[in-house]
Nanobody, 121 residues
Framework: VQLQASGGGLVQAGDSLRLSCAASGRTITNFAMHWFRQAPGKEREFVAAITRSGGRTYYAESVKGRFTISRENAENTVHLQMNSLRPEDTAVYYC???????????????WGQGTLVTVSS
């Protein structure tokens, strides 16, 4: 499955952004979907995940209560609603697909082109 993240931009602290991930090639109904991010000079880290059915969601502690992951299987799309953004949320955000939820970014073999989110203070 090919994944294309979009929706990033430059915002101020406290603002909101909604990222989207459009999948092509295969339906996402067979995959748990994830968002990861990589800040400058830092390791890529898990942000959020949603199960295939959408019945369960998982979040990194740093974004819990501020970010919401959702999926629209009919549209083959996944979203990440980001509220109350902080400067430390500045990063390139990537979406990923896997048969089950996987937090460890090192277990993914490939990464698509992410979308840059910059939060100014």
């Amino acid at each position: 499955v090919q994944l294309q993240a979009s929706g990033g931009g430059l915002v101020q602290a406290g603002d909101s952004l909604r990222l989207s991930c459009a999948a092509s090639g295969r339906t996402i109904t067979n995959f748990a979907m994830h968002w990861f991010r990589q800040a400058p000079g830092k390791e890529r880290e898990f942000v959020a995940a949603i199960t295939r059915s959408g019945g369960r969601t998982y979040y990194a502690e740093s974004v819990k209560g501020r970010f919401t992951i959702s999926r629209e299987n009919a549209e083959n799309t996944v979203h990440l609603q980001m509220n109350s953004l902080r400067p430390e949320d500045t990063a390139v955000y990537y979406c990923q697909a896997r048969s089950s939820v996987e937090y460890d970014s090192r277990k993914y073999d490939w990464w698509g082109q992410g979308t840059l989110v910059t939060v100014s203070s």
